[in-house]
Nanobody
Framework: VQLQASGGGLVQPGGSLRLSCAAS????????IGWVRQTPGREREGVSC????????YYVDFAKGRFTISRDNAKNTVYLQMNYLKPVDTAVYYC?????????????????WGQGTQVTVSS
């Protein structure tokens, strides 16, 4: 499985970014793709995930109402639209995946990882 994340950058507080995760190589019929972020000195924390079995989604509390995860099956790409960004959202964002149809309880259960993309929210 290969995951390619992109779309990070520098944005002012209150601004928006859309991250993309291009996925390929799945052999399972069902899988979950999620976004995980990490700041220096802290553990990775889950942000959101989406299942391809029924397009069910999950958001952690800080992402609810601001972030939206979606998928484009034709392009094998998962997106994370991030609005109303805050400086505390500054982190490296990774896309990750796991076989199955349920979002993992913690990021450590993801089996596949893409490289990160830096998101910096600053004025």
């Amino acid at each position: 499985v290969q995951l390619q994340a992109s779309g990070g950058g520098l944005v002012q507080p209150g601004g928006s970014l859309r991250l993309s995760c291009a996925a390929s190589g799945f052999t399972s019929d069902y899988y979950v793709i999620g976004w995980v972020r990490q700041t220096p000195g802290r553990e990775r924390e889950g942000v959101s995930c989406i299942s391809n079995s029924d397009d069910s989604t999950y958001y952690v509390d800080f992402a609810k109402g601001r972030f939206t995860i979606s998928r484009d099956n034709a392009k094998n790409t998962v997106y994370l639209q991030m609005n109303y960004l805050k400086p505390v959202d500054t982190a490296v964002y990774y896309c990750a995946a796991i076989d199955g149809s349920t979002c993992p309880a913690t990021p450590k259960y993801y089996d596949y990882w893409g490289q990160g993309t830096q998101v910096t929210v600053s004025s």
